[in-house]
């Protein structure tokens, strides 16, 4: 059955609800350098499986979900915003508090005060992981019988010279 196209009726759904389910999941922030106070929207508290509002967000909490590899490099991010009042911007990955991995790029700016002085930063997280997950397939689908043949290929049906073992 066909999506209905009148726009009053009740059944339907705009195209960008479609386009919208299909990206990866985003959610905003921001971090108040003064107070080191972070808000999380919705989306953000989510991504780290917590219902919105259950935690209060602390660069502590941040930090500790981060990946081990990648804690220190957001560490030292989140100190160069504090300290020179530059945005906090990365492509990092965190644990969830099932210890799911995300991939996510944060993307933010500064936050400036009447003076012109940056007094914050905010921006957005983009959770990149069913994308790359989806790439990763995707390019193994192709090259993975790539490999296959290539291997058969040079797979010897004579002597090896080199080692004296033959098929």
């Known amino acids: 059955m066909a999506e209905p196209t009148d726009q009053t009726s009740p059944e339907f759904v705009p195209e960008w609800v479609h386009i919208a389910a299909e990206?990866?999941?985003v959610g905003s922030f921001r971090f108040w350098f003064a107070t080191r106070?972070?808000?999380?929207?919705?989306?953000?508290y989510r991504m780290h499986g917590y219902e919105p509002g259950e935690i209060e967000p602390t660069t502590?909490?941040?930090?500790?979900?981060?990946?081990?590899?990648?804690r220190h490099y957001v560490a030292e991010a989140i100190a160069r915003s504090i300290g020179q009042?530059?945005?906090?911007s990365s492509r990092h990955r965190f644990l969830d508090v099932s210890g799911n991995?995300?991939?996510?790029?944060?993307?933010a700016d500064r936050i400036f005060d009447a003076a012109g002085r940056p007094v914050g930063t905010s921006g957005f997280y983009v959770d990149l992981s069913e994308e790359?997950?989806?790439?990763?397939?995707?390019?193994?689908?192709?090259?993975?019988?790539?490999?296959?043949a290539a291997r058969t290929?040079?797979?010897?049906?004579?002597?090896?010279?080199?080692?004296?073992?033959?098929?």
């Open 101 to 107: 991995e995300h991939n996510v790029m944060v993307v």
């Open 37 to 44: 106070r972070w808000e999380w929207s919705p989306e953000v």
């Open 60 to 70: 502590e909490l941040l930090l500790a979900h981060k990946h081990p590899e990648d």
């Open 85 to 88: 009042g530059e945005p906090f």
């Open 153 to 167: 290929a040079v797979r010897p049906s004579a002597p090896c010279a080199c080692s004296g073992v033959t098929e």
């Open 132 to 148: 790359l997950a989806d790439a990763e397939r995707d390019m193994l689908d192709v090259r993975m019988p790539e490999m296959v």
């Open 23 to 25: 990206r990866p999941a």
